[in-house]
């Protein structure tokens, strides 16, 4: 069972560059979630989903986007790459009930230079 | 306003003592969940414990329980017995209403488990 996949597992960028973050989960969960994480730092959403088709922003969306064009995945897609943009970025999924746990990917390290 | 606040950066605690972590919330949903994970240096969020707004006991998950004060906003980590593999960075969550299933985290607590 290989729950939530993230790729790449690392990567650099320089400035004005594109790139997708990919994201997969098997666990047919109906909700995903990118968070992004600055060193020393909690994590902020950048953009959810609840499903497919359904897309909405979180807390810090400026530089990114999204599409959930199945339930399984949710690639995150970074337009002209900043220094600000520099961050480790989780993917997570989750059940639609309250108690349900967010189950996260392990992570891809993004340098922008 | 910051939903969920972590005041401790950092601890150290022996190996086989209990510690205590820090963490307060600010919601006015009157139903909300709690979360905790673990994230060691290895990167990986690893999920600890959950306790809803309406339990009426305190969670527990082996050497993990939840000291939930829901009058004071508080909904403390606690860690029996410490081991080494207990040093990591872990992290308050919250999940506010009936119908919303993102969680906002706090900035974190590193733990240090000494000899």
């Known amino acids: 069972n290989a729950g939530v996949t993230q790729t790449p597992k690392f990567r650099i960028l320089k400035i004005g560059q594109s790139m997708t973050l990919q994201c997969t989960q098997d666990?047919?969960?109906?909700?995903m979630y990118w968070y992004r994480q600055d060193p020393g730092m909690g994590l902020k959403l950048i953009y959810y989903?609840?499903?497919?088709?359904?897309?909405d922003k979180g807390e810090v969306p400026n530089g990114y986007n999204v599409s959930r064009s199945t339930t399984e995945d949710f690639p995150l897609r970074l337009e002209l790459a900043a220094p600000s943009q520099t961050s480790v970025y989780f993917c997570?999924?989750?059940?639609?009930?309250?108690?349900?746990?967010?189950?996260f990917g392990n992570g891809t390290r993004l340098t922008v230079t | 306003a910051q939903k969920i606040t972590q005041t401790q950066p950092g601890m150290f605690v022996q190996e086989k003592e209990a510690v205590t972590l820090d963490c307060t919330y600010d919601?006015?949903?009157?139903?909300?969940?709690l979360f905790w994970y673990k994230q060691p240096s290895s990167g990986e969020m690893i999920f600890l414990i959950y306790?809803?707004?309406?339990?009426?006991q305190n969670a527990t998950e082996g050497r993990y329980s939840l000291n939930f004060q829901k009058a004071r906003k508080s909904a403390n980590l606690v860690i029996s017995a410490s081991q080494l593999g207990d040093s990591a960075m872990y992290f308050c969550?919250?999940?506010?209403?009936?119908?919303?299933?993102?969680?906002?985290f706090g900035a974190g607590t590193t733990v240090t488990v000494r000899a």
């Open positions: 969550a919250m999940r506010e209403g009936q119908n919303d299933y993102k969680l906002s």
């Open positions: 989903s609840v499903g497919a088709g359904i897309t």
């Open positions: 997570a999924s989750s059940y639609m009930e309250g108690n349900s746990p967010l189950h």
């Open positions: 306790q809803g707004s309406y339990d009426e």
């Open positions: 919601t006015s949903d009157q139903s909300y969940g």
């Open positions: 666990m047919n969960h109906n909700y």
